[in-house]
C-alpha cells in the first residue's frame, strides 16, 4: 500500500465513523429514545428527522407574538402558546422535539421540587448554545466549580450589601421619574390632566441602568454601554433559536453569528477594562467599592482557588443577563396591573405614602410594604419573568411513575403551573393579590424564582429592586391604562409586553 492508499483510507474510516456518529444523533437514538418514551404510555408528536417540533413552535409562536388577548383571556394559550398545545393534545408529561432532543414537559409541583432539589442528579442541559451566546457563570456552572462560584458570589448579595444599595437604587428611579416629570411639562400635563408615555422602553433601561450602578458603581458609565449591547444580543437570540439544534451552528459566520461575537468581544473587552482597573486599585490598597463586582473580587482573593479574570467577566456579563429583563417585566406587568386595577393601585400608594411619605424608600420601610409585596408576588405568579426552565439528568433516574433516561431533557413549565386553576383555582386568570395575603410560604406551587440549592441568587435583591421603582412611581405618579394599549405577554427568553405599554400618567403637584 502506498502513501495516497494510506491517506485515502483514513479518510474513509473517518467519513464513515463521522456517518454512524450522524446516524446516530439524528435518527437512531431519537428513535430510541422516543420508544422508551412511549413505553411509559407518555405522548408527543411523532420525531420529524432533524427539526423535530421546531419549525412548528416558530411557526407558532411567530403567528401569536403579536396577537394582544384580553385581560380576562387566560395566559398560557398565548404566551406559552405550543407548550400549551402538546399538553392540551396530550395530557400532562408529554413530551416535545428540539431537533433530535426530546424534552419532558414538568408541570407538577411535587415533580418540579424533585428535580429542582437534586441539582447533582439534574444538570443544565449542555451544550446551551443561547446560554453560551448571552452569558456564562453561575447560571450555566455544574458541581464542584459551580459551589466554588455560588460561595464567593453570596456575600455580594448579603442583608448588609443588599442595604447599601437602596440609595443608589433609588438614584437612578429618580432619574427615570424626572424624565417622565419633564414629559408631562412638555405635553402641558399641568393642572392634573394626564399624559400618554410609552413607559415601557423607560422601565427597561432603568434596571440597566441600576444593574449598571450596582454592579460597577462608579463605573457605571462603562456598564451602561454593555447593558445597550446585551439589549441587542437578546434581540438576536431568537433568530439563532432557530438553528440551535444544529451543533456547532454558532461558529457558522452568518450575519447574526458575526454580529453576535463582535459584541462579545465588544463586552469582554470593556469588562477586562473595569476589573483591571479596580485590581490595580486594590493593588494600591485604595478602598474596595462595595459594589457588586468589588465584592467578588474581595471574596474572590480571600478563596484558596480564586476566580480567574476570564471566570469575573462571565459572571458580571450573568448580572445584566439575570438581573436586568427579569426586573424590567416585573415592574412593567405591576404598573399595566396598577392601571387595570385602580383599587389595588389607591391601596398601595396609601401604604408607601404612610411608610415612607413623600421620602426616599430606606431599606427597614421596605420591609413593611405589605401590600406592595403582595401585588408584586401576585405579578410574578401571573407574569412569571422566567415561565421555563431546563434540566437533563446525568444518568437514568425515578421520576414519580416515570424512568428518566439521560438523552430526555425536562422542561420545567413554571408558567403552566402558576395558571392551574386545579392549584390555585378558578379565578386563576383574575388579578388576586389577596390570594398571597398571608405570604408565599407553603405555597408549593409557586416558583418565580425556582427552588433548591439552585434557588435566585438575586431574589432579594430583585424584590428590594420592585418595591423602590413602585414604591417611588406611586409617590409622584397617578396611572391608567392609555385606550391604544394593547395586552400582548409574550415569551422572548422573558415574559415581555410587545406592544409597549402606553400609559395615561398624571403628577402629583
Ligand atoms: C424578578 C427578578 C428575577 C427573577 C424572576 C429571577 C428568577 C430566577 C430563576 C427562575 C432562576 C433559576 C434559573 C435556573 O435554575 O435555570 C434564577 C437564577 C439566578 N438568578 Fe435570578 N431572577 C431575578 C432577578 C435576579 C437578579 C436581580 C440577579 C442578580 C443581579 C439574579 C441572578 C441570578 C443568578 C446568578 C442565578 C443562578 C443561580 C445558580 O444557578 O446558582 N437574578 N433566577
Redesign the pocket.
Known amino acids: 500500500m502506498n502513501l495516497s492508499q494510506v491517506l485515502y483510507s483514513i479518510l474513509l474510516v473517518a467519513v464513515v465513523a463521522l456517518g454512524v456518529k450522524l446516524l446516530n444523533w439524528a435518527w437512531l437514538r431519537p428513535r430510541k429514545l422516543q420508544k422508551l418514551l412511549r413505553q411509559q404510555g407518555l405522548n408527543g408528536n411523532s420525531y420529524r428527522p432533524l427539526i423535530g417540533d421546531l419549525k412548528d413552535l416558530i411557526s407558532v409562536a411567530k403567528q401569536e407574538q403579536f396577537k394582544p388577548i384580553q385581560f380576562s383571556d387566560d395566559l398560557p394559550p398565548h404566551s406559552f402558546h405550543y407548550f400549551h398545545q402538546i399538553i392540551s393534545k396530550y395530557g400532562e408529561n408529554c413530551f416535545i422535539w428540539f431537533g433530535p432532543s426530546p424534552k419532558l414537559m414538568i408541570t407538577d409541583p411535587q415533580l418540579m421540587r424533585e428535580i429542582?432539589a437534586r441539582p447533582d442528579v439534574f444538570w443544565?442541559p449542555q451544550p446551551d448554545p443561547i446560554g453560551h451566546t448571552v452569558a456564562g457563570?453561575?447560571?450555566f456552572?455544574e458541581g464542584e466549580k459551580?459551589a466554588k462560584h455560588?460561595k464567593i458570589?453570596n456575600p455580594a448579595?448579603n442583608t448588609d450589601k443588599l442595604k447599601s444599595m437602596v440609595s443608589v437604587i433609588g438614584l437612578s428611579c429618580s432619574d427615570t421619574i424626572a424624565k417622565w416629570e419633564a414629559l408631562v411639562d412638555s405635553k402641558g400635563g399641568g393642572s392634573n390632566s394626564a399624559v400618554e408615555i410609552d413607559v415601557w422602553p423607560f422601565i427597561a433601561d432603568l434596571s440597566g441602568d441600576v444593574?449598571s450602578r450596582?454592579?460597577f458603581g462608579s463605573s457605571h458609565e462603562q456598564g451602561r454601554r454593555i447593558f445597550e449591547l446585551h439589549k441587542e444580543v437578546v434581540k438576536l437570540t431568537l433568530e439563532l433559536m432557530q438553528f440551535m439544534s444544529i451543533p456547532g451552528w454558532r461558529f457558522i459566520p452568518t450575519k447574526a453569528n458575526r454580529r453576535t461575537k463582535a459584541i462579545s468581544e465588544e463586552i469582554r473587552s470593556i469588562l477586562t477594562g473595569i476589573i483591571n482597573q479596580r485590581e490595580k486599585a486594590m493593588e494600591r490598597n485604595e478602598a474596595v467599592e462595595g459594589d457588586?463586582l468589588g465584592t467578588l473580587l474581595e471574596s474572590s482573593n480571600g478563596e484558596a482557588h480564586s476566580m480567574t479574570v476570564e471566570e469575573v467577566i462571565e459572571?458580571c456579563k450573568?448580572?445584566y443577563f439575570?438581573?436586568?429583563d427579569?426586573?424590567s417585566?416585573?415592574v412593567i406587568w405591576t404598573m399595566v396591573m396598577l392601571s387595570k386595577h385602580q383599587e389595588w393601585q389607591a391601596k398601595a400608594r396609601e401604604e408607601v405614602l404612610q411608610v415612607f411619605r413623600n421620602g426616599h424608600p430606606c431599606y427597614d420601610g421596605l420591609n413593611r410594604l405589605k401590600i406592595v409585596t403582595m401585588i408584586l408576588n401576585e405579578v410574578?405568579r401571573m407574569f412569571?419573568?422566567?415561565p421555563l426552565?431546563?434540566?437533563a439528568p446525568t444518568k437514568t433516574v425515578k421520576l414519580g411513575d416515570m424512568t428518566v433516561p439521560i438523552g430526555v431533557e425536562l422542561m420545567l413549565l413554571?408558567g403552566e403551573m402558576h395558571h392551574d386553576p386545579i392549584i390555585w383555582g378558578n379565578d386563576v386568570s383574575e388579578f388576586k393579590p389577596e390570594r398571597l395575603e398571608s405570604g408565599v410560604r407553603g405555597k408549593s406551587g409557586f416558583?418565580?424564582?425556582?427552588f433548591g440549592?439552585?434557588?435566585?441568587?438575586?431574589?432579594n435583591?430583585?424584590?428590594i429592586?420592585?418595591k423602590i421603582m413602585v414604591a417611588m412611581m406611586l409617590q409622584r405618579f397617578s396611572f391608567e391604562l392609555s385606550p391604544s394599549y394593547l395586552h400582548a405577554p409574550f415569551l422572548i427568553l422573558t415574559l415581555q409586553p410587545q406592544h409597549g405599554v402606553p400609559l395615561l400618567l398624571r403628577k402629583f403637584e
Open positions: 429542582l443544565k457563570g453561575l447560571l456552572l459551580w455560588r458570589i448579595f444593574i450596582v454592579a457588586l459572571e450573568l448580572f439575570a438581573g436586568s427579569t426586573i417585566v416585573l410574578l412569571p419573568s422566567a426552565l431546563t434540566r413554571i416558583m418565580p424564582f425556582s440549592p439552585r434557588v435566585c441568587i438575586g431574589q435583591l430583585a424584590m429592586e420592585a
